[in-house]
């Protein structure tokens, strides 16, 4: 596609739930990363894969977080019995080759847990 | 892990050159520097990234002295649409390792008319 891509935008649920954020990166992009954004502060690091594997992902902040990319392009960002300090806005983006090159972002999802 | 530093805000007006500066003392032999632009509601965007000296594009220059330890990114006659937060990352192109990808919690540039 044109550019990373990520669904829903919105996303409204109960504390408790489950969740998944999908994300679609640009074709051919083996690199691809999971942020989360608060409001004012800079995009924190969650995971990074390199095609199908995460090649890091120290910056998930507890197992309640997975995240997948089982055929090296789409990715899901899984969270389990969502709690009110998971609302934020989850960005992907996705880049040619490793961290510390150009990336591309998508809009993101916003995730509110209420 | 190179740690930058940047002006939380900064304001300007329009038609005005603005130069933002990081600090990055520890910056490493292999490490590159690299700008992002974020609007609201937006993801962030590639601007520019640099070794060591000059690096012009047709968004912005990147000035990088000789010793590295800081970088200023210069974005000429600025607009109202240049309102943005601006981000200055460190780091190996080479690096496997995501966690190193960090964004601090930039500068936010507020073009004024």
């Known amino acids: 596609g044109a550019g990373v891509s990520q669904t829903p935008s919105n996303k409204v649920t109960e504390k408790g739930k489950y969740v998944e954020l999908r994300c679609d990166p640009i074709?051919?992009?083996?690199?691809l990363y999971w942020y989360r954004q608060s409001l004012g502060q800079g995009p924190e690091f969650l995971i990074y894969?390199?095609?199908?594997?995460?090649?890091?992902d120290s910056g998930l902040p507890n197992d309640r977080f997975f995240a997948v990319r089982p055929e090296g392009s789409v990715s899901t960002l899984k969270i389990q019995r969502t709690e009110r300090g998971d609302s934020a806005v989850y960005l992907c983006?996705?880049?040619?080759?490793?961290?510390?090159?150009?990336?591309?972002f998508g809009q993101g999802t916003r995730l509110t847990v209420v | 892990l190179a740690k930058t530093t940047q002006p939380i805000s900064m304001d300007s007006y329009e038609g005005q050159e603005v130069n933002i500066t990081c600090s990055h003392n520890?910056?490493?032999?292999?490490?590159?520097i690299t700008w992002y632009q974020q609007f609201p509601s937006q993801g962030p965007r590639f601007i520019i990234q640099?070794?060591?000296t000059k690096v012009t594009n047709e968004v912005a220059s990147l000035f990088i002295p000789a010793d590295r330890k800081s970088s200023t990114l210069s974005l000429p006659r600025v607009s109202l649409s240049d309102t943005a937060v601006y981000y200055c990352?460190?780091?190996?192109?080479?690096?496997?390792?995501?966690?190193?990808?960090?964004f601090g919690p930039g500068t936010r540039l507020s073009v004024l008319p």
């Open positions: 983006a996705s880049s040619h080759q490793g961290p510390h090159t150009e990336a591309f």
């Open positions: 074709s051919g992009h083996t690199a």
């Open positions: 894969f390199q095609g199908t594997g995460a090649a890091d």
């Open positions: 520890n910056i490493a032999t292999n490490d590159y």
């Open positions: 640099g070794y060591k």
């Open positions: 990352l460190v780091g190996d192109i080479r690096d496997n390792y995501g966690q190193n990808f960090v």
